[in-house]
């Protein structure tokens, strides 16, 4: 039997990009994948407010609340009890002030046992991103595509193509490691504006969601990977195994076969013996 993973920690993380190996990094929104997800060594779980359209079925992430992220990230806890779990900070959680933000860190580290959170938002997010770190809780920046942001970014799409946009990302991740994130995930930005940003990182681990190999690790939407996700395929997300195909037959396979009804066999009930069949219908009489 393989030997129980030790608790994967802050120190453990720095080791791996010092050791220049990638950090493996995806979401999870649930136990069942949590457990899966655990065994499989994956390093760090986000339970990302993209749960919003994965699970809950919205057109966005907006509408998702502080109440359905710690109920998603405790699920997920349970379930990787040894993985780094990053909370989702949603939207107009964090936005209106430094003490809002700062209570809202709290909850998912009180109540989900979180190890870090995640906002979105640059220079202008520094100063909460200030005052979680000052107040003892690790933090992560977002930049690039931030689906809270993405309809004043103009929808789903590369960000930074141009110099002076790519400038303005170089710039806020600098001042997000400034402010004290230890991490920032770069969404959707060109492979070599993420390469530009992951070497001038001091003591600050990028990650990338679809922006290129230079980064410390990978993060990748889990409903995208297996193809669980109807509405769209973004282009970054690599099919790993197509689980929404299977599932979907073997709903038909369940549907055909009740309709036929060949399901249920006997192996699938229960019985009863036929003397205390007797008796109860003796007993009715």
């Not at 599932?247 to 205390?276: C, R, S």
Request: overall charge negative; proline content about 5%.
């Amino acid at each position: 039997m393989a030997e129980a993973r030790k608790k994967i920690t802050l120190p453990y993380l720095f080791k791996k990009v010092a050791d220049c190996e990638p950090i493996t990094w995806l979401t999870c929104y649930d136990y069942p994948t949590a457990y899966l997800q655990e065994q499989a060594g994956i390093e760090m779980i986000l339970v990302g407010d993209s749960l919003g359209m994965t699970m809950l079925g919205y057109e966005s992430t907006l509408p998702v609340t502080m109440e359905d992220m710690i109920r998603h990230a405790q699920a997920v806890r349970r379930g990787a009890p040894t993985a780094f779990v990053i909370g989702d900070m949603p939207y107009m959680t964090y936005q209106p002030s430094v003490e809002t933000a700062i209570r809202n860190a709290g909850r998912f580290m009180a109540e989900a046992g979180c190890d870090a959170i995640k906002l979105e938002g640059g220079a202008a997010m520094a100063d909460r991103i200030k005052g979680i770190v000052d107040s003892g809780i690790p933090a992560i920046g977002h930049l690039g595509l931030t689906p809270q942001s993405v309809s004043a970014l103009g929808g789903f799409r590369v960000q930074g193509k141009n110099a002076a946009l790519a400038k303005k990302i170089v710039d806020d991740a600098k001042a997000l490691e400034q402010a004290g994130a230890f991490m920032i995930l770069l969404e959707m930005v060109p492979d070599r504006l993420c390469e530009v940003i992951t070497n001038r990182a001091e003591n600050c681990i990028i990650m990338s969601l679809g922006s290129g190999p230079h980064a410390h690790g990978q993060l990748l939407i889990y409903h995208d990977m297996f193809g669980l996700y109807p509405r769209f395929k973004p282009k970054m997300a690599k099919v790993f195994g197509n689980a929404g195909e299977v599932i979907l037959n073997g709903l038909t396979a369940y549907h055909d076969e009740v309709i036929n009804k060949k399901f249920p066999q006997q192996e699938n009930w229960f019985g009863m013996p036929d003397e205390e069949f007797d008796d109860l219908l003796k007993m009715l009489k």
